[in-house]
């Protein structure tokens, strides 16, 4: 009995893969989050990513592009990341103090221009977490300068030196902000072009240095001085000083703050971490047995797949125990509300057979459907082959009749194949190993489904 437990099942499934997959039509999947154990959550991208690439190789499952997920997401659930005060919000003072700073410049109106001008750049410093751009401090900075240049022309002695050491201070920080800026010539007068001039080349005679900048989550975006500079990892040649870096990612909180650089070569490693609301959609596709089938949180499943269009869902669990690891996969059929068995997958004590096991756990799950994409066993299922039946009800098709369709049916798809495997494994497992001639073991838990 034990070896037919254990080998007469992967003989009928490794027979052909696209008749043991069950839908005749490819089905669309939902693939996404992944419960982790604890400590593994380092691991979920990979795992993710196995996940999704198995099941775009399965010929009867059409994985739901990600951006159609995120886009369905975004209509079901609110981020904590995603709903922080509107930028707009926080730097509407910053721009109407600018406005106004530019019109009290051109009126020579220079003491309130300068008021208007310095809140405006305070407001904007304090608000550079906000900043997706630096173009408006660029211009405050920009024009602190060439307002005290003009102040300069009015004063003497030690007075219009301090304005001419603020000018090339406004300067200053507008090289570090945009090293790109160079010739203003035909854009100012000939005084602050050469003066910015003589700025931008005492910076740079310092020469450059080479910042690396990495994060703990790949693609991560970064911001240096308000300014989006692309995804991490990331390097840039910058001027030698103090600049303020901002790390966003969906889902971590943002990561913020001034740094000084000033060897040849600076390395930035950025630790971002959860905001906690990804541990709870990780949590939501959870593999459920029991009682967990009636969780009040599987509406937000429901309604996931409501909003996305897909009728399946892949739920799964990466764990481990005794020092292996383990996958545990599911599928939830939201519109009849209707979950599959478990399959459970053991990789050993390291993850590099994590591909061909995520192979073998979509192509094992994938089997769990009919012809027509209903899981196989469900109440919506048997209802919809013998439609005088109501769910549960204990009535079976005669002898005669179940005989002829023996005949024509698949052997993995006979009744007393399956019947075999229950007497072995009722409220217990069995197992599929050596699918596609992996290394993984697959076991379906039926507890709970005879």
């Known amino acids: 009995m034990f070896v037919l437990c254990i080998l007469f099942p992967a003989h009928i499934f490794a027979q052909n893969l696209s008749e043991a997959a069950g839908p005749k039509k490819p089905v669309s999947i939902i693939v996404d989050e992944v419960k982790a154990g604890e400590g593994l959550e380092s691991q979920l991208p990979r795992v993710r990513n196995a996940l999704y690439e198995a099941f775009s190789q399965m010929p009867m499952a059409r994985p739901l592009a990600p951006v159609k997920v995120d886009r369905a997401k975004k209509l079901v659930f609110v981020s904590p990341s995603s709903s922080k005060a509107d930028p707009a919000q926080k730097l509407k003072a910053a721009r109407v103090a600018l406005e106004a700073g530019q019109q009290a410049f051109v009126q020579f109106d220079y003491k309130n221009a300068e008021n208007y001008l310095l809140g405006a750049r305070d407001a904007f410093i304090v608000n550079l977490p906000y900043l997706e751009t630096n173009r408006e401090l660029i211009e405050v900075h920009m024009l602190l300068g060439r307002l005290y240049l003009a102040m300069k022309k009015s004063s003497q002695g030690q007075e219009a030196q301090n304005y001419d050491e603020r000018a090339r201070s406004e300067f200053q920080k507008v090289v570090y902000l945009d090293p790109t800026k160079k010739n203003l010539a035909s854009q100012y007068s000939p005084e602050v072009a050469q003066v910015y001039q003589e700025v931008r080349k005492s910076i740079e005679d310092k020469g450059l240095l080479r910042l690396q900048i990495e994060s703990n ?212 497992y069995f197992a599929v190993r050596g699918l596609q001639n992996s290394k993984s073991g697959i076991v379906i838990d039926n507890s709970g489904n005879f």
């Open 217 to 428: 989550q790949n693609v991560t975006k970064i911001f240096v001085n308000g300014k989006y500079m692309g995804t991490s990892p990331i390097q840039m040649n910058v001027i030698p000083g103090e600049y303020f870096i901002r790390a966003e990612k969906e889902g971590f909180k943002s990561w913020y703050g001034p740094q000084h650089f000033s060897k040849s070569v600076e390395k930035l490693h950025i630790e971002l971490k959860s905001d906690g609301f990804s541990d709870q959609l990780a949590d939501l596709y959870r593999v459920r047995e029991g009682a967990e089938q009636n969780a009040l949180d599987i509406e937000d499943l429901v309604a996931l797949s409501e909003k996305s269009g897909c009728r399946l869902i892949l739920l799964a669990n990466f764990e481990q125990a005794t020092g292996e690891y383990r996958l545990l996969g599911q599928l939830f059929d939201a519109q009849n509300r209707e979950f599959s068995q478990v399959a459970f997958a053991s990789l050993g004590p390291t993850v590099e057979n994590l591909r061909d096991t995520s192979f073998d756990l979509a192509f094992t799950l994938i089997g769990f459907l009919q012809e027509d994409g209903l899981i196989a066993g469900g109440p919506t299922a048997m209802n919809k082959a013998r439609p005088d039946l109501t769910v549960g009800s204990q009535d079976r098709p005669s002898s005669n009749n179940q005989s002829k369709q023996n005949i024509k049916k698949p052997l993995y798809k006979q009744w007393w194949f399956w019947v075999g495997l229950a007497a072995v494994g009722a409220g217990g």
